[in-house]
């Protein structure tokens, strides 16, 4: 046996003539006997070179495989992949949802046509310039095409002589929609709007108007289902429709408190002479930001609220709408200017006012351009089109200005009717022959930035441009020709679903009797034909009162990507130095 060290197993002490051993543990031996063999055949060096060859490719084939670990590794964090978390609360009370229900007559044509009575001249310019925007069959090119230029401007001038807005004189009021001994009621309780603070529960939208309630949170459900929800009892009046209406009836919307609603989308149909349940559930979600997800944080500046909530989908296509509107048509939608007014937001204005202005200058540069197609008269060759495509926006710009001036310039409106004149040719709305045309026109007048809450109707869009620029976007959108920009929903935001049971309202003549007794006190009292009709219950309420939160959470943490990494690359270390001993 060779002895590495002989100290302290081996030490020795000299008694006479005897040598005795200080330790005589077997185990301490046994260990040294092994370690020792086991180093010299170490130092031996005469394993086959097989054996060696073996382990180092097993070595070399564990480094790759730890290096293509690494790799997914990183692939799988660099995905950036998440998950929904969906949990549910019980809670004891909810506060209830903002609502807004709005009447889907955006004037109110009896009211018109009577105050039109003496003067049906401009009763017809009315009529027929209405119903050229229900014409169907409009041509591909030219959205004008069905628009009376006549009628058009015989109303421009007769609201200027009006001296306010058509759209504002003659909506529906909302005292007029809502029928009932009480307002409404919630909970079980009738209550009523306080005559001082209507103004509030009337919302100016280009629907026209519509009542907006819990903008303040303060109705909270504390009861499970219906008898602890919202009752409304409406009238449709539906006599009173414009004939252009395509529908008739309420639009109802749930809303977050702060969410601004200006137009008809993503609403629920109610019909007239129908009780409708809409069964509501809350959800509370919250989502990532980029990489993670899509979610973003942009500002209303429509909010009512000096610290606004980030808007929603709903409320970034509705600033684009408005934006088609100020830079295209070169004006701000009345409910616009009337809303913020209220609100007191007259920055919201002002950046609007600057985009007319801007518009009002940018509109001759853009049709000087196209017609000289994009260059340089010199630079021109002949027999070459250089007609250059407009954008959906250029269209609605080159369109509109074109439109007015056909319609306010110095051609007498006699020889116009006698002509039979109801709208322009396909060179007045850019068409392929339009931008070699030589004719001259004169410029867009640019408006002075006088900027004050006396002058924002100078920017205002009278009834015939409104109804005419929301006639025209609706079609250069239906033709893909003008495009809304992608919105992001907001990183936490409250949100609603919505389940609608209908019947008949009223069911019966007893029932529609013991109605009118005991609930409505209507007066005079309408026949159940009418009622039939136009009336419209309508019950909004939690079925139950929990709320489901969803969560975006991500995935792969990072904490749980360095664990890994570091995991992967210790076993590769920990093998390689229990294995390069075989290859000494």
Known sequence: MVVLNASPWDEEETKGHETQRVSDDPFLFGFQDLASEYYQ????????????????????GLMILTFYMIYKLLHDYFQYDSFNKISTKFETSLVFPAISICNLNYINYTKLSDYLQDDPSTKNSLDAFLFGLTANGHDTRDPFTFINKTAFDLLEEWEDNLNESVSITFRNQLYDMMIGKY??????????????????????????????????????????????GLTVDLDTKSDNYIFTAGSRGFVAFIRDQDETVLFNQGGTYIQPGSE????????????????????????????????????????????????????????????????????????????????VIARSSKVDEEMETNDKGGERPEKRKEGVNHTKKLSGIEKL???????????????????????????????????????????????????????????????????????????????????????????????????WDVEIDQVGFPSTLDYFTRFLKHEVYIWPAPSFEYAKENLARIHIYYAELKEDVVEQEKAYEVQNFVAEFGGTVDLFIGFSFFTVFQLV
């Open 41 to 60: 055949v170490l130092r031996e060096k005469s394993r086959p070179k097989i054996c060696k060859i073996i382990w180092a490719v097993l070595v070399f």
């Open 183 to 228: 307002d409404f009621v919630f909970g079980g309780a009738g209550m009523y709007i306080p005559t001082s603070n209507w103004s509030l529960y009337d919302g100016y939208t280009k629907l026209g108007n519509c009542l907006e309630m819990n903008d303040d949170g303060s109705l909270e459900q504390i009861i499970h289902g219906k008898d602890g």
């Open 276 to 355: 409708t349940f809409l069964k509501i559930s809350k959800k509370k979600i919250s989502r990532l930001g980029d990489p993670y997800g899509t979610c973003k944080d942009t500002y209303s500046k429509f909010s009512k609220f000096a610290t606004p909530k980030a808007e929603t989908v709903r409320e970034c296509i509705q600033r684009q709408f408005i934006s088609f509107y100020t830079t295209g048509c070169g004006c701000i939608p009345w409910y616009v200017v009337q809303r913020m007014g209220n609100l007191e937001k007259f920055e919201v204005l002002d950046d609007m006012v600057l985009d």
């Open 397 to 495: 710009r080159k369109g509109v200005r074109k439109f007015k001036m056909s319609s306010t310039n110095t051609v007498d409106r006699s020889k116009k009717e006698e002509s039979g004149d109801k709208g322009f040719d396909q060179d007045s709305f850019g068409g392929e022959d339009s931008e070699n045309s030589t004719e001259e026109t004169e410029p867009w007048p640019t408006l002075e930035p006088q900027i004050n809450t006396s002058n924002y109707t100078n920017y205002t869009c009278s009834f015939a441009l409104d109804q005419t620029c929301d006639f025209v976007i609706k079609y250069l959108t239906r033709t893909a020709e003008l495009k809304y920009e992608s919105c992001s929903e907001p990183c936490s935001y409250d949100s």
